[in-house]
């Protein structure tokens, strides 16, 4: 009796635990286990590229459906019209920025240099570029079909916004439609955070066998992944955002760096955009005088689309996985990184494991080994806190510029010295 009420507390115990404590526990266990096993290791592969596959099997349903409907959520009135294309370009554009300043921090500092994993069954070598005038001519689909058949993800991104603005255009007639691919979208939700659960066990696994063939010094550079990665996201928030706020905005960027200490704390803490909304809107409104009209439709909107951060993560990410497999990438595939995670990054936000998801994607693009997922994974939720906190400045960073052109900024708040003051709203 004893031991079943023990059990029984063990499983509630293991139940309530966050998915990333699990993936972290997965990760440490397959290390130890791929040590002790060595190169036998090989046999608890399969368990990871299970998890692999699953992913694998999301991504073109996953992006195609959230892409329409984060199209269609804009409303079409008017001004609404007007404010959704400055944030929308404000989003994008950010999102370009973030995904080149990871990039360019991955090639200074290079924290895949030096890991031999060039031997490992996927990897892929340097491929002839096509040009730049090719790669922007195969972003259009010719058949729609062969590209989700096929999985070509910048294909089925443009498609999938031009079906949006379509549905969007057509009006009353769209409603069906629209109906259709938000319960596709939501399906696709939870279909993806019953993947999630296999996470622990399949990064178990891959860690095994990359632990048990490669040794435990090819995890040592994650630290380094680490430290880049949050000294891009501070650069991203405290240069280029603060950039903005001044050149663009004509505004203090002391005083927006003061108003996104709340958002940012809680984003920090809860790494969830969505969940960090009520805060966000707070903070915006509160703190740095937006309006209410513009707060609650350009903030919701960043929280769907806007992922500066993790497209940020992806550039540094990125590029470690490809400096880890020995392969080396050609300015084209730089260009399909950028385009990819910035297109993308529409389709992504509020989905569990959004970070590892649009890794997937840059990874499938240009062509990189999916076990590189593997040793991202265990760090994910360590890098998930600054990407979100990006995530969330940048939201509020396009709230105050969209606020100021449209002249519904209130100055004197903004310029307010009792910032930061009030209480942290909780998710």
Same mark, same amino acid.
């Given at each position: =009796?004893?031991?079943?009420?023990?059990?029984?507390?063990?499983? @509630?115990?293991? +139940?309530? =635990?966050?998915?990333?404590?699990?993936?972290?526990? #997965?990760?440490?266990?397959?290390?130890?286990?791929?040590?002790?096993? #060595?190169?036998?290791?090989?046999?608890?592969?399969?368990?990871?590229?299970?998890?692999?596959? &699953?992913?694998?099997?999301?991504?073109?349903?996953?992006?195609? &459906?959230?892409?329409?409907?984060?199209?269609?959520?804009?409303?079409?009135?008017?001004?609404?019209?007007?404010?959704?294309?400055?944030?929308?370009?404000?989003?994008?554009?950010?999102?370009?920025?973030?995904?080149?300043?990871?990039?360019?921090?991955? $090639?200074?500092?290079?924290?895949?240099?030096?890991?031999?994993?060039?031997?490992?069954? $996927?990897? %892929?070598?340097?491929?002839?570029?096509?040009?730049?005038?090719? %790669?922007?001519?195969?972003?259009?689909? @010719?058949?729609?079909?062969?590209?989700?058949?096929? #999985? @070509?993800?910048?294909?089925?991104?443009?498609?999938?916004?031009?079906?949006?603005?379509?549905? @969007?255009?057509? #009006?009353?007639?769209?409603?069906?439609?629209?109906?259709?691919?938000?319960?596709?979208?939501?399906? =696709?939700?939870?279909?993806?955070?019953?993947?999630?659960?296999?996470?622990?066990?399949?990064?178990?696994?891959?860690?095994?066998?990359?632990?048990?063939?490669?040794?435990?010094?090819?995890?040592?550079?994650?630290?380094?992944?680490?430290?880049?990665?949050?000294?891009? &996201?501070?650069?991203?928030?405290?240069?280029?955002?603060?950039?903005?706020?001044?050149?663009?905005?004509?505004?203090?960027?002391?005083?927006?760096?003061?108003?996104?200490?709340?958002?940012?704390?809680?984003?920090?803490?809860?790494?969830?955009? +969505?969940?960090?909304?009520?805060? %966000?809107?707070?903070?915006?409104?509160?703190?740095?005088?937006?309006?209410?009209?513009?707060?609650?439709?350009?903030?919701?909107?960043?929280?769907?689309?806007?992922?500066?951060?993790?497209?940020?993560?992806?550039?540094?990410?990125?590029?470690?996985?490809?400096?880890?497999?020995?392969?080396?990438?050609?300015?084209?595939?730089?260009?399909?990184?950028?385009? $990819?995670?910035?297109?993308?990054?529409?389709?992504?936000?509020?989905?569990?494991?959004?970070?590892?998801?649009?890794?997937?994607?840059?990874?499938?693009?240009?062509?990189?080994?999916?076990?590189?997922?593997?040793?991202?994974?265990?760090?994910?939720?360590?890098?998930?806190?600054?990407?979100?906190?990006?995530?969330? &400045?940048?939201?509020?960073?396009?709230?105050?510029?969209?606020?100021?052109?449209?002249?519904?900024?209130?100055?004197?708040?903004?310029? +307010?010295?009792?910032?930061?003051?009030?209480?942290?709203?909780?998710?």
């Amino acid at each position: =009796m004893a031991d079943e009420m023990t059990m029984q507390k063990e499983s @509630n115990f293991l +139940s309530r =635990m966050p998915i990333w404590q699990k993936i972290l526990i #997965g990760m440490i266990a397959g290390m130890v286990v791929g040590v002790v096993m #060595g190169p036998q290791a090989e046999v608890l592969k399969p368990l990871g590229t299970l998890f692999i596959n &699953c992913i694998k099997m999301l991504i073109v349903p996953l992006v195609f &459906c959230s892409l329409v409907v984060g199209v269609t959520s804009m409303q079409d009135t008017k001004k609404m019209g007007r404010v959704g294309i400055k944030a929308l370009v404000l989003y994008l554009g950010t999102t370009a920025i973030a995904i080149s300043i990871g990039l360019g921090m991955a $090639t200074i500092f290079k924290p895949g240099v030096g890991i031999d994993m060039v031997a490992a069954a $996927t990897a %892929t070598g340097a491929k002839e570029a096509p040009t730049l005038v090719q %790669t922007l001519l195969n972003m259009i689909p @010719n058949n729609p079909i062969q590209a989700l058949a096929a #999985g @070509n993800i910048l294909q089925i991104i443009v498609f999938a916004i031009g079906l949006g603005v379509s549905l @969007n255009l057509v #009006g009353e007639k769209s409603k069906p439609a629209v109906a259709l691919f938000e319960s596709l979208a939501e399906a =696709m939700y939870k279909l993806t955070e019953l993947v999630m659960k296999l996470a622990p066990i399949g990064v178990f696994g891959l860690m095994a066998w990359v632990a048990g063939k490669y040794g435990i010094e090819i995890l040592m550079p994650l630290m380094k992944v680490i430290a880049v990665v949050y000294i891009g &996201c501070i650069i991203q928030v405290v240069v280029f955002y603060s950039g903005l706020i001044k050149v663009v905005g004509r505004l203090s960027p002391v005083q927006y760096l003061k108003g996104l200490v709340n958002p940012a704390i809680v984003a920090f803490t809860t790494t969830s955009s +969505s969940g960090t909304l009520p805060a %966000t809107m707070r903070s915006a409104r509160e703190d740095l005088g937006v309006s209410k009209g513009i707060s609650s439709f350009v903030l919701p909107l960043g929280a769907t689309i806007n992922m500066d951060g993790t497209a940020l993560y992806q550039g540094v990410c990125a590029l470690f996985i490809a400096q880890a497999f020995g392969v080396d990438l050609a300015f084209s595939d730089y260009l399909l990184i950028i385009m $990819t995670s910035t297109l993308a990054s529409i389709g992504t936000a509020g989905v569990p494991g959004a970070g590892l998801i649009m890794l997937s994607l840059v990874l499938t693009t240009v062509g990189l080994p999916m076990e590189g997922l593997a040793i991202v994974a265990g760090i994910d939720r360590i890098l998930d806190m600054a990407r979100t906190s990006v995530n969330v &400045c940048g939201d509020m960073m396009v709230s105050v510029l969209v606020a100021k052109s449209e002249k519904e900024l209130d100055e004197s708040v903004y310029n +307010s010295e009792e910032k930061a003051t009030t209480e942290s709203v909780t998710a």
